[in-house]
């Protein structure tokens, strides 16, 4: 069974950092794409992030480009969001999002609906 657990959410004021991890399990790691997407109250679910393991590439939305950056650490099977000089406008639920090649596409990276796993969330609440 696949599992996502995302953790590493809080509360930080603007112009911080914060580090969410995404543990996986269940399922073969190397093969597979996991994006970062997030949710605001009364907003849609976009996607933030994502990287492909497999092919070694990633994929950021425009408005987090310079500031958030994806990694991963095969030997734990957790991929990570490194979150920096972050803004109000960050604030949202984070879920990570996993799904297997070949659904690792780089035009689908950040599409919500080519994934088929999915962690629980975890807070991000950014204050000015």
């Given at each position: 069974?696949?599992?996502?657990v995302?953790?590493?959410?809080?509360?930080?004021?603007?112009g911080?950092?914060?580090?969410?991890?995404?543990?996986?399990s269940?399922?073969?790691?190397?093969?597979?794409?996991?994006?970062?997407?997030?949710?605001?109250p009364?907003?849609?679910?976009?996607?933030?992030?994502?990287?492909?393991?497999?092919?070694?590439?990633?994929?950021?939305?425009?408005?987090?480009?310079?500031?958030?950056?994806?990694?991963?650490?095969?030997?734990?099977?957790?991929?990570?969001?490194?979150?920096?000089?972050?803004?109000?406008?960050?604030?949202?639920?984070?879920?990570?999002?996993?799904?297997?090649?070949?659904?690792?596409?780089?035009?689908?990276?950040?599409?919500?609906?080519?994934?088929?796993?999915?962690?629980?969330?975890?807070?991000?609440t950014?204050?000015?």
């Amino acid at each position: 069974q696949v599992q996502l657990v995302e953790s590493g959410g809080g509360s930080v004021q603007a112009g911080g950092s914060l580090r969410l991890s995404c543990a996986a399990s269940g399922y073969t790691y190397s093969s597979n794409c996991i994006g970062w997407f997030r949710q605001a109250p009364g907003k849609e679910r976009e996607g933030v992030a994502a990287i492909y393991i497999g092919g070694a590439f990633t994929r950021y939305v425009d408005s987090v480009k310079g500031r958030f950056t994806i990694s991963q650490d095969g030997a734990k099977s957790t991929v990570y969001l490194q979150m920096n000089s972050l803004k109000p406008e960050d604030t949202a639920m984070y879920y990570c999002a996993a799904n297997q090649a070949p659904a690792c596409a780089y035009s689908f990276l950040l599409t919500r609906g080519n994934y088929k796993y999915w962690g629980q969330g975890t807070q991000v609440t950014v204050s000015s």
